[in-house]
Structure formats: C-alpha cells, structure tokens
Antibody, heavy 120, light 108 residues
Framework: EAQVVESGGDLVFPGESLRLSCSVS????????VTWVRQAPGKGLEWVSS???????YYADSVKGRFTISRVNSMNTVFLQMNSLRLDDTAVYYC???????????????WGKGTTVTVS | EIVLTQSPGTLSLSPGERATLSCRAS???????LAWYQQRPGQAPRLLIS???NRATDVPDRFSGSGSGTDFTLTISRLEPEDFAVYFC?????????FGGGTKVEMK
C-alpha cells in the first residue's frame, strides 16, 4: 500500500527556516512526481511546490525564492526547505503523490496526514 | 492564474438526497484536467475524481463528475452519512495549480 508521511513541522519565529520531510513507501518513488500542498487554519488548499521524477521543480509565486523542494531517491524522501518564513506561511503542509506516471504534476492520489508549521 | 469558484459555499441536505456541486473556472481548463477531492474534518484530502469524470480507486459509484471547458460538476447521487464533508476542485492543466475554495456538504 502506498504511504506518505510528513515530518519536520514546528513553531518558529518570522524570518526563521525549517525543513520538512516527506517519506514515501509502497510505490516506485523514483518514477513519480511529488507535491506539497498547504492549508492555513480554517482555509482551503493551496499548491506550494512540485518536483518531477527527473527533479524538475515548480513553485507557487508566494514561495518562490524562499522555498526549495528536492528529492533523494535513495532515501525515498522529498524535502521542502523553507527560508524567511512569514506569518502567512502558517499552515498544515501535506505531501502528496502525483496520480499519473510520467507527469510532472497532475491530480494527487496518495496524501500524508500533514505536518503543522506555525510562524509566530 | 486560473481561479476556480465553487458553489454553493454550503449545501444542507439529508442522507439519501442528491448533491450537486459546481466548480467554475475563470478560463478554460486544459484537456479537462480537473480533479475533485473530499476532506473530512481533521483528515487529509482524498482524491475522488480525475480528468473531470474518472473515479479514483475505491471511490463508490454514487460519486460522478462531469463537465469541460469552464464548468464542472460533482454529483453525489444518494448521500451517505460519511459523505458529509468539504469538497474541493483542482485544476492541473496550467501552472500555478489551483484549488477552488470548497463546498461544505452538511447534514440538514
């Protein structure tokens, strides 16, 4: 069974940095794109960043230049390095697997439970 | 950026009733690259529909999606108690990927 587990969320001050991890299992990780989606308290879903199987990266304008997504296939893990954190980065951050092989982004069929980032 | 507007914001229905949720895009969605997700309180989103009308694995057939261009619909034919949740649409044809604001289906 495919699984995704996020970790690394914490309470930080504005301007600080944090690195989130997304560990996956149950599917050929190196063949699939992975994405980060966040949800601010009581709000909707917001796409943050995606990384293709070949490590091509994409970012929302709201995080471009501050966040960096990367993957280490040997570890079955995707990272989200978040620098210069702002109050409006406060959210639950979900990691999710793209549902279709070969696509850099698509719908997302396997989600983790999320990790909470609080900037205050 | 493609803005997705979901309506209504809240749908108050009883178990057994039919739910019709709308997702309207500010511009045409490439190749019907539109998905629907269900999110129950305290849980992660769950993929229901991809490509506007293709049900994901293990999704009951009471859920169906339709539409193209700028207008899409999610229909739940007969609401079960576990279907009361928030539903989001998402387009993945154009960057940035965007989600609608959600429709809450609540029990009347």
């Amino acid at each position: 069974e495919a699984q995704v587990v996020e970790s690394g969320g914490d309470l930080v001050f504005p301007g600080e940095s944090l690195r989130l991890s997304c560990s996956v299992s149950g599917f050929p990780f190196s063949s699939y794109a992975v994405t980060w989606v966040r949800q601010a308290p009581g709000k909707g879903l917001e796409w943050v960043s995606s990384i293709s199987a070949s490590a091509i990266t994409y970012y929302a304008d709201s995080v471009k230049g501050r966040f960096t997504i990367s993957r280490v296939n040997s570890m079955n893990t995707v990272f989200l390095q978040m620098n210069s954190l702002r109050l409006d980065d406060t959210a639950v951050y979900y990691c999710a697997k793209v549902s279709r092989l070969g696509f850099h982004y698509y719908s997302f069929d396997v989600w983790g439970k999320g990790t909470t980032v609080t900037v205050s | 950026e493609i803005v997705l507007t979901q309506s209504p914001g809240t749908l108050s229905l009883s178990p057994g009733e039919r739910a019709t949720l709308s997702c309207r895009a500010s511009q045409s969605v490439t190749k019907t690259y539109l998905a629907w997700y269900q999110q129950r309180p305290g849980q992660a989103p769950r993929l229901l529909i991809s490509d506007a009308s293709n049900r994901a694995t293990d999704v009951p057939d009471r859920f169906s999606g339709s539409g193209s261009g700028t207008d899409f619909t999610l229909t739940i034919s007969r609401l079960e108690p576990e279907d009361f949740a928030v539903y989001f649409c998402q387009q993945y044809g154009t960057l940035p990927l965007t989600f609608g604001g959600g429709t809450k289906v609540e029990m009347k």
